[in-house]
């Protein structure tokens, strides 16, 4: 291995990039990328052909639908047969109808959030069909999740993002906004807490999987080009949320822009999870001081909302692009190489190894 690979003595090397040792092969079946080969070109492994990026996202959508469709089906029955006397009311009582037992706010707060985490065995079972590679692969350049460095960019993102939501409530507490107007009870309030720290970790994750790794790999197998796959699957990421204000289409976007920017350097999604995660689990715990958060997403926000989040992103990304750079994180199959923080291509590797790779890739 040459020497622009990083070594096991590296800082931060140990527990967060693959071990000193042969790695196993495949299961039958599964083919590997080539050995330098950058987060975001994943799925340009041996076996790509010009139609497989097509294919991967015709399976996926058609999965995804069957599975976020049972996902459902399931709520539902689940929330009807644990409440069988409102049931029997609803039946006798022609003013009320079924369709009001599932109107509870914690009831659809906590499935607007659980309805996500069905994406996650849609884009597993894709990427292994379609692309006759491992799942893992979705995750990282090593293949999982680096369980140091995702609580070391958590702590990061809880950092930046809690520092972020104080001052914007000690802005309202001087304004004179009375900050528990609303409060929805503490057992509401902990039912909340519960979402944000057990359920949110796990749809951030989908989401991730899905925009960041699946999306992400399969766009950039067909265009080779970073930043096509990136603006792409930020705008597909966008059209997911039903914010109808510019301003928070740009806070979208720039945030789904810096999760694709943090993924491809650090050669993982830990960063953007982390991210994900510290954004959405926060922001239920402040919105949950005024009462169950709804699931609408709509209205106009203020710049003094919107502004504060946008920077919070770019330094938690600047943050945590300094970190990953001081661990040694392997940022390509097999090792750690330079990212570009431009062009996002790999630097640093020799002249016969860039070819070698792209023979195998291409």
Do not use: K
Request: proline fraction near 7%.
């Amino acid at each position: 291995m040459s020497d622009h690979f990083a070594r096991t003595d590296q800082p931060g090397a140990a527990g967060e990039n693959l071990p000193p040792t042969a790695e196993p092969p495949p299961p039958r079946g599964v083919v590997r990328a080539a050995p330098g080969t950058p987060f975001d070109m994943l799925a340009r492994n041996p076996v790509h052909r010009w139609w497989r990026p097509l294919v991967t996202l015709l399976v996926f959508a058609g999965t995804a639908v069957l599975a976020l469709i049972g996902t459902t089906v399931l709520f539902v029955g689940s929330v009807l047969l644990g409440m069988p006397t409102q049931v029997l009311r609803a039946v006798s009582d022609p003013a009320l109808r079924v369709e009001d037992l599932l109107r509870d706010p914690l009831l659809m707060l906590f499935f607007s959030f659980a309805l996500l985490v069905a994406l996650i065995p849609a884009a597993v079972l894709t990427a292994r069909w379609t692309q006759r590679r491992s799942p893992a692969s979705l995750v990282s350049v090593v293949g999982g999740f680096r369980v140091r460095w995702l609580g070391s960019a958590l702590l990061w993102g809880l950092l930046v993002f809690g520092t972020m939501f104080g001052v914007s409530l000690l802005l309202q507490v001087l304004a004179g906004v009375p900050l528990l107007e609303g409060f929805p009870g503490w057992w509401s309030y902990s039912s909340i807490a519960l979402i944000a720290v057990i359920v949110v970790p796990v749809q951030s994750a989908a989401e991730e999987l899905v925009f960041r790794g699946l999306l992400l790999q399969t766009l950039n197998a067909w265009f080779r080009v970073p930043w096509l796959g990136i603006v792409v699957s930020s705008l597909v990421f966008l059209s997911g949320h039903g914010y109808t204000d510019p301003a928070v289409w740009a806070e979208l976007l720039l945030m789904a822009g810096a999760m694709c920017w943090l993924s491809i350097r650090t050669g993982g999604l830990e960063a953007a999870v982390a991210l994900h995660v510290s954004n959405n689990g926060l922001s239920l715990f402040i919105a949950g001081l005024s009462g169950v958060p709804g699931v609408e997403q709509g209205g106009n926000y203020p710049l003094t909302q919107v502004l504060p989040l946008m920077v919070a992103v770019v330094v938690y990304a600047w943050l945590v692009d300094r970190s990953a750079a001081r661990r040694g994180l392997y940022t390509v199959v097999g090792g750690r190489v330079p990212i570009h923080p431009v062009s996002l291509r790999p630097g640093g590797a020799s002249r016969a190894e860039s070819g070698a790779a792209e023979r195998v890739n291409s």
